[in-house]
């Protein structure tokens, strides 16, 4: 019987759900999932009624309720310590970085939402979203220098990895020029087993959850 539940959003669509199953997974959470259609525009009322915050992902396991997908990734480290580096110095900068993710990138968001399904290649390319693609490679660079990859902290996909996995869909699918380096991390991200998961289950959706603002962005 599962301990617990996550519940989640469209897979096609929901990267905040794609970091907090990634993270489940990683730590071998034994809980059911419970996927909710997204609405799209104001919000979809069935998340709201179903998590603390009317967000996506909610997991609750062994009488803990966590919701945001970084508070995810602590708790499931809590149980799996391999999520994060055993040396201090990198874990700390491990947590910098998926801090920065899941508080900034606005404009990347806005700009190239993801959609598993779909490409749009040299779209999106604002002035903004382009900062924040250079800030990221930048990040990119700068871990995989250190630690010398091909993740972000070494020979292991972790809990910073599954906080950049869906800029790496949303790369995948607008297609900005992007130097060989995130290149190449992108291509052990996306051949990582859970992240195809994630991407086959994400192609068996029903054709009826599809959204028009992301299947024919302006």
């Given amino acids: 019987m599962p301990e617990g539940r996550l519940v989640i959003g469209t897979k096609r669509y929901s990267s905040w759900s794609l970091r907090g199953w990634l993270a489940v997974h990683l730590a071998g959470l034994d809980v059911e999932e419970v996927v909710i259609p997204l609405a799209g525009g104001g919000g979809t009322d069935a998340i709201k009624s179903a998590t603390p915050a009317g967000l996506v992902p ?9 919701w945001e997908s970084l508070s995810i990734c602590e708790y499931c480290a809590e149980i799996a310590p391999k999520l994060w580096p ?3 110095t990198a874990r700390a900068h491990a947590r910098s970085i998926a801090a920065e993710m899941h508080a900034g990138f606005r404009n990347l968001r806005i700009a ?28 990119w ?11 972000l902290m070494g020979a292991d996909f972790g809990a910073v990895d599954a906080m950049y996995a869906p ?5 995948i699918t607008w ?9 190449h991390y992108m291509a052990a991200v996306r051949a990582h087993p859970l992240v195809t998961r994630w991407y086959d289950e994400a192609a068996t959706e029903p054709t009826a959850w599809l959204l028009d603002r992301y299947e024919n962005p302006a």
């Fill in 58 to 66: 909610y997991l609750e396991h062994r009488g803990a309720r966590i």
């Fill in 141 to 151: 660079a700068e871990a995989i220098a250190a630690h010398g990859g091909p993740f």
């Fill in 175 to 183: 297609q900005p020029e992007l130097s060989a380096t995130t290149q």
């Fill in 112 to 139: 190239m939402p993801m959609n598993l399904g779909r490409n749009f290649p040299g779209r999106g390319r604002t002035p903004e979203s382009l900062a924040d693609i250079a800030r990221v490679e930048a990040i």
């Fill in 86 to 88: 055993q040396d201090r």
């Fill in 167 to 171: 800029v790496v869909a949303r790369f």
